[in-house]
């Protein structure tokens, strides 16, 4: 990718910092002649390698990004398969994939009627995806194919779960700020320390992808999906590069949506199975400073002061009635959460 470049030349010096698994490619790889012959092939436990590229009209990118994967993939001796989702893309996107997949065998595609979201994509490409790890990537050129061995290399090492981290991330002001903020109380909620949940260039192990449910707008949280789930996840830096074609598909609306999201994250994962946990809580804390609130009143009006003179009533009433619904709703839950309960939920690491 000689346009590129620049901007690896650019990334330099941090690189040299913060990769040392570059001092990997190295050893392995030889003198360049003999880079592609079979023993000089990075070797890895996996069988095969799924990579997973969810897109929404993307013609421009899609050529150049298969070049750069098939380069990559090509550094590694193992079987592999490229797996594009198409979710209802209203431009060329289908027609190249197309053109991209009749030359080679391991390239598949999957492509939706209509737009059902990147959440969507990722789930059927998780389902589908037939390898032992799996990586995923945006199909936008953002993120950088030649991380892909650095990735494997991390999940070799036992984790289930490798998310990349645009350490230098190049996008606009405003969503690079606002990035570190949802990261920040994605990392307080969640209790994952690592620094980029949303990065789309991850990997995975095949078991850690089949045992989470990514719908609605969750792709943000996948990370914290598997992790309570009982799978173990750990970032590196990731090379990452400013969009060259098109327009980010996600609005403004995106930082509404991900808060709103974090907070169905953080019910879902710690909660679901509890409810009264969280409402019990709430509703008792309310419930107290309610009565706390009107007992005072109480004693004030046994002092002869008129309760019709103290609007601090209103809000001791009010806390109360709260503190009872919020307790009515968790033994809902609670009621709901018992005739749901499933053994085949539970993720046996080991039988004998
Ligand atoms: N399947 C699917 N992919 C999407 C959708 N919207 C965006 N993407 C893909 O998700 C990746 C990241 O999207 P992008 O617009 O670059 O978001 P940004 O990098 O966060 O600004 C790209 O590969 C997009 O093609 C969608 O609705 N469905
Ligand atoms: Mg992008």
Known sequence: MSEETPK???????????YPRNRYYK??????EQQNTHQ??????FKKISVVIPLFNEE????PLYIEIKKSLNLINCDYEILFIDDGSTDNSLKTIKG??????????ISFKKN?????????????????????????????????????KKLDDGFDLVSGWKKQRHDPFIK????????YFTRLFSGIKIHDFNCGLKAYRAEAV?????????????????NWEGFSVTEIPVKHHARRYGKTKFGISRFFKGFVDLITVVFTTRYIKRPMHLFGFLGALSFMFGVIVNVYLTYEWFRGIPLKDRPILLLGILLIIVGVQFFAVGLLGELIAHNFQNDNEYNVKEKR
Request: hydrophobic share 30%; charged share 25%; no cysteine.
């Open 116 to 152: 059902y979201g990147k959440s969507a994509a990722l789930q059927l490409g998780f389902k589908t995806a037939k390898g032992d790890a799996i990586i995923t990537m945006d199909s936008d050129l953002q993120d950088d194919p030649a991380e892909i061995p650095n990735l494997l």
């Open 60 to 63: 421009e990118s899609l050529n």
């Open 176 to 183: 690079k700020h606002t990035s570190k903020l949802f990261n």
């Open 100 to 109: 991209i997949q009749q030359n080679d065998n391991r390239v598949h595609f």
């Open 8 to 18: 690896g030349n650019d990334q330099q010096k941090p690189r040299r910092k913060y």
């Open 27 to 32: 050893k392995k790889s030889g003198n360049r």
């Open 210 to 226: 089949k045992n989470i449910n990514v719908y609605g707008e969750l792709h943000r949280y996948v990370p914290v999906l598997a």
């Open 40 to 45: 000089n092939k990075i070797n890895f436990s």
